[in-house]
């Protein structure tokens, strides 16, 4: 099939003015077969870009540049048509002058290269909660990547029509090969100042430039699933977000749909794919990084998973940690930036087991490897960004319904993230406006996954709703979508439909503890599988809580330790206590720092929140 066979008039004109701009050798029209991924493949080895892996079938390693390991949210922007619609914690530039810009970035961007066209689906085809997109990209690591990770190729184009809805998705890896230039085993992409990953939401319009990696050029992961779609979900009355959902069914069969949102490699995929340490319970995955949910028609809210696929952290993964992404990325997976063994199998650190001989690191430098698995800081063989991509139908564990057409029923949402002091293990809102204040104080240490600069890993900032660099509006008008959207249920009269909202935090942490790995006094990983048995009798409406200044917590012997370790008994009653005056502080600075940010966007329900926990906590 060519440019000329689409039957869709607006997204042929489209190609055409972009084939225009970016003058590529040649124009291919992906058909998502096997024969192409392939065909793709073989040439990203035989340009020295991929290295098949002897260990893994149809496996491959990548190594990108240094400079291109992780979204770049300095580079990122929400080019709305005015400044105000993108908020204080979005990048904005003039639509106009943004277009000018990359428009002369573009202008012959793609010479001595092929511009794949990828038409994709987010979300089971067919679905009513599905939507659809074409990517325009010049770097064949994406072409692959997409196939995997969404729904994409000649399948596709039936539910486009002639003239149905599509985003439009423009990416190049910004390196054009002059004069027969060749890649020579170097992965193409811009310097960082242009780097360029843009959303104009106003025409649901994604436009990347210079970066080859993960978010920034898969479009229809962050770019379209959460930045593009919060815009669309805002003004159709639904929730895009950055959130797992799981199917939690316990020792008497019964099953509830959990969604979570925590920030980028704080463990989703892990809590996604957990394997209970407490008997009789079960926990299957329907995504592990992005729900979008709709309301039914009896009141409550169903989530689909967008996606197809894992794009999943490979560091700390291990047989212990997470068996089941060990074998859903066993086969058919593309892994970036890990490091490479001698008998041709990758390697990370938290892999679980020491490698042995030579290894070569991620930016292809060969190494004795250690003894012990412990690199120096910043000497790590894998980058701590690796990723694995991987087929969701691979997982093990991946639920029968995840790809059902109208979702599953959510009753429980989670926030989260790496918090080493003050928010305990578990608490839950008091009611739906709590549950939004919760999550718009959300708070994590910046991890590898969301910057390009080491020093800034390990600071706490404020993340709400774990959506801060996927957000494609003003953050405090998102944060109002959230109250509104409760109030509409209301008036339904479907509040009690809603999802209950709970706050957990598997990462306090005790450095001076020398019994405790890595300092966290809570073991995390299938031990997690304890707080979501006690969310799950939350949502029956149990008698297992107690009533604290900072909401429901579980009640003396609510939480089920049988066969926990001994070290971490010890630390319950501390992590599961409220931190008074910490959150006494925490209040501080929301009302000091975080919630002035919002000016008149701020909802004034968050606001009463604040207020009403501050003397709650005052009167304790
Ligand atoms: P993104 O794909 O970036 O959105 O990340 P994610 O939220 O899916 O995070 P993921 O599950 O991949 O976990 C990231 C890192 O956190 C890995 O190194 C995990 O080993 C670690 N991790 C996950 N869950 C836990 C936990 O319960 N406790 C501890 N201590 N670490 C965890
Ligand atoms: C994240 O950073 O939250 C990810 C990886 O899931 S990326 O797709 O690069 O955004
Ligand atoms: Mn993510």
Redesign the pocket.
Known sequence: MTVNDIKHARIKAWIEECVKMCEPDNVVVCDGSTAEYDRLMKKCVDAGLATPLAKKPNSFLFRSLPSDVARVESRTFISSVKEEDAGPTNHWIDPKELKATMKGLYTGCMHGRTMYVIPFCMGPLGSPIAKYGVELTDSEYVVLNMDIMTRAGEKVWEYFGTDGDFVPCLHSVGKPLNNGEKDNGVWPCADVEHKYISHFPEERLIWSYGSGYGGNALLGKKCFALRIATVIAREEGWLAEHMLILKLTNPQGEVKYVTGA??????????AMLIPTIPGWKVETVG??IAWMKFGKDGRLYAINPEAGF???A???SAQ?NKNALEAASKNTIFTNCALTEDGDVWWE?IGYPAKGKLVDWKGNTRDALPKDKSPKGEEFAHPNARFTAPAKQCPCIASDWESPEGVPISAILFGGRRPSTIPLVHQSRDWNHGVFLGSIVGSEITA?STIDASQVGKIRRDPFAILPFCGYNMGDYFQHWIDVGAAAAKRGKEDKLPKIFYVN??RKDEDNKDLP?G?MWP??GD?SRVLAWIFDRCDGKDNYVDTPIGFMPKEGALNLDGLDDVYKAQIPAITAVDKEGWLKECKDIRENHYPKFGKHLPKELSECLDDLESRLNKA
């Open positions: 925590f920030p980028s490699a704080c463990g989703k995929t892990n809590l592990d990084d794009f999943g952290v560091p700390g993964t940690s938290g996954a598997w990462f890595g966290f995390g990983y997690n």
